[in-house]
């Protein structure tokens, strides 16, 4: 059974920085890639960053590039989301998903719920 668990997210004010964590069991970060989603209330959900594991590439969204660093520790099975220079527009619930980096893009879920956590809350105070 597949699980992602993610961790890190808070309240926060704007200009703060917040690192989210997932971890997976189940999988192998190593053998795929981590993802990570957002859906702020009231909107649709939105692809944020990508780190595919077979060659390493990165993607990041219009709005996250500049601000937000993905990175990974494969020894931990874990992945990262640093957010620097966060604002109250970053609000949303943040979630891990370990879907190709093409369907983060075009903000797809290809493999599905079962391939995603459950979300963790980042609220940016003005």
């Known amino acids: 059974e597949v699980q992602l668990v993610e961790s890190g997210g808070g309240l926060v004010q704007a200009g703060g920085s917040l690192n989210l964590s997932c971890t997976a069991s189940?999988?192998?970060?190593?053998?795929?890639?981590i993802g990570w989603f957002r859906q702020a209330p009231g909107k649709e959900r939105e692809g944020v960053s990508c780190l595919s594991a077979s060659d390493g590439s990165r993607y990041y969204a219009d709005f996250a590039k500049g601000r937000f660093t993905i990175s990974s520790d494969y020894t931990k099975n874990a992945g990262y989301l640093l957010m620097n220079s966060l604002q109250p527009e970053d609000t949303a619930v943040y979630y891990c998903?370990?879907?190709?980096?093409?369907?983060?893009?075009?903000?797809?879920?290809?493999?599905?719920?079962?391939?995603w956590g459950k979300g963790t809350l980042v609220t940016v105070s003005s």
């Open positions: 189940g999988l192998r970060f190593d053998d795929s890639a």
């Open positions: 998903a370990a879907e190709p980096c093409w369907a983060v893009e075009r903000n797809m879920a290809y493999y599905g719920s079962h391939y």
